[in-house]
């Protein structure tokens, strides 16, 4: 392996694999002097290392690495062990003149482009100046789209954050897991006075990004709103008409807004066309707590009544968005509202953190790991003592 000493800034670092030495130096002369840095390898094997050391504006890689063979074997591996070292390398493939068969193996395989042996010199600059070109204008776009990807998480972790809350003997978690980099579920747990515990639930329509800002607007309207302590009807009748404007004919927000009394244990909701919540009894018995009106979105005529339900010691309350019922597998079809409430009656722990994660992990798996929207579970637990 050697590197040609550069005295001034680089164009660019190019990789040059190939088994005969003054076909090696032969490409270092030409490219040094147009100005780029070069490595180069005799074999295979120098060339991976390389790139797993250090990156590479392009590599330039012979096909044939044993005497006497032409089938191009060890330079299509060598393609192939390259792109899972680096995506976005640009790869040229060095072929012998009318070998045009393994010219289109090496760009099946992952090569950018090709060059015949022996090649035209200001033909073979001008290709590595147009790949490398190109191939740093994709890993910048990629670096800025790394940057927002971490900034749109670091937003979905501030306005829906995992929460863990106990008041008195009263225990609270609840997580929201994205399908993607942002997700449109948005849920909140809030103690705006020493008698009350607020909890919500919401999905918006759609994926990505559109989902997500609007998720955002909802949650400043809701958190906002929550202090002050008003009734679930109040507080979501606010929450419409701040959004009416946002929610055009392609998005619209289900949600389930509940305040829980402390003092009497009575819980009053308003489900505004989303999954039941389920409310699971001691005794195995499981009541679902049905819309009352439609989603929010479809204009301000709906009211917004009121449901009250007294809530006993020992039981659980589970807000979910259909994420979690909605995976899905091709053989068993959705998890289900059915799968959901066994998984909670069949946990091994009381503790709401726990049985989220068991939930949630029996979700995912039952969609072969990966969950096709964005998948949202609020436990609340009602202690023994109450």
Known sequence: MKVIPMSAEPKARVLVADDHEHVREALAMMLRGDGYEVMLCASPQEAVSAVE???????????????????????????????KSDSSLPIVALTAWGNVELA??????GANDFIEKPWRNQALLE?????????????????????????????????????????????????????????GDYFGV????????????????????PGALIAAMLYASVSTL????????????????RLHEQLSDSHYVTIVYAVLDLNTRT????????????????????????????????????????????????????????GITEAASDSSGEFGIERLAQALLSAE??????????????????????????????????????
């Not at 798996?365 to 929207?373: C, E, I, S, V």
Request: proline share 4%; net charge neutral; charged share 20%.
């Open 53 to 83: 050391r250090q990156s590479f504006d392009i590599a330039l890689l012979d096909m044939n690495y044993q005497r006497d063979s032409t089938s191009g074997i060890e330079g299509l591996g060598l393609i192939e062990q390259l792109r």
């Open 104 to 109: 289109v193996k090496a760009m099946t395989m």
């Open 127 to 183: 290709k590595v100046g147009l790949l490398t070109e190109r191939a740093r204008a994709t890993r910048s776009s990629q670096k800025i789209t790394e940057f927002e990807q971490q900034d749109a998480r670091k937003l979905q972790r501030r306005i829906v954050p995992a929460r863990h809350v106990t008041v008195g003997d009263i225990e609270v978690y609840g997580e929201s897991v994205p399908a993607g980099v942002v997700g």
């Open 190 to 209: 809030w103690q705006p006075t020493s008698d009350a515990l607020h909890l919500c639930i919401a999905d918006v329509s759609g994926k990505g990004t």
């Open 226 to 241: 929550s202090a002050s302590g008003s009734s679930p009807d109040l507080i979501l009748r606010e929450v419409e008409h």
């Open 267 to 322: 819980l009053a909701y308003v489900n505004a066309g989303h999954c039941p919540p389920l409310l699971l009894h001691p005794d195995g018995k499981v009541e679902c707590l049905a819309p009352t009106r439609s989603i929010l979105g479809l204009g301000l005529q709906d009211g917004f009544e009121v449901k009250r339900i007294r809530l006993q010691p020992g039981d659980r309350l589970a807000l979910y968005t259909d």
């Open 349 to 386: 722990s009381s503790d709401p953190k726990a049985q989220h994660c068991t939930v949630v992990s029996q979700a995912r798996a039952h969609a072969n790991g990966n969950f096709g929207d964005d998948a949202t579970l609020v436990l609340a637990a009602i202690g023994q003592g109450a």
